[in-house]
Nanobody
Framework: QVQLTESGGGLVQAGASLRLSCAASGLTFRDYAMGWFRQAPGKEHEFVSVRSWSGYSTWYHASVKGRFTISRDSAKTTVYLQMNNLKPEDTGVYYC?????????????????WGQGTQVTVSS
């Protein structure tokens, strides 16, 4: 059974940093691209970032580029999202997702597995 378990969310002030973690189990980690999506109150899921199965390629939403960094640790089967200079508009539930096949990484429908989410709240 595949499980993706997020952690690291919290309430912070604008300008602060947080690091989200997503521990994966039940899958062959090296075969999956790992990504992050978020959902703000009243809005749809929004792509944040993804790192390819090889770890060599990364993609970011324009709104987080230069502030967020995605990384993965194969030994720990964990993907991280380092979030710096947080803004109130970054507030939302952050979800970890895994996909085996390449394609449109921005399309949430193409991801195979999802975590339960972790709340990030940024106050102004």
């Amino acid at each position: 059974q595949v499980q993706l378990t997020e952690s690291g969310g919290g309430l912070v002030q604008a300008g602060a940093s947080l690091r989200l973690s997503c521990a994966a189990s039940g899958l062959t980690f090296r075969d999956y691209a790992m990504g992050w999506f978020r959902q703000a109150p009243g809005k749809e899921h929004e792509f944040v970032s993804v790192r390819s199965w090889s770890g060599y390629s990364t993609w970011y939403h324009a709104s987080v580029k230069g502030r967020f960094t995605i990384s993965r640790d194969s030994a720990k089967t964990t993907v991280y999202l380092q979030m710096n200079n947080l803004k109130p508009e970054d507030t939302g539930v952050y979800y970890c997702a895994a996909r085996k096949n390449s394609g449109d990484y921005y399309n949430e429908g193409e991801y195979d597995y999802w975590g339960q989410g972790t709340q990030v709240t940024v106050s102004s």
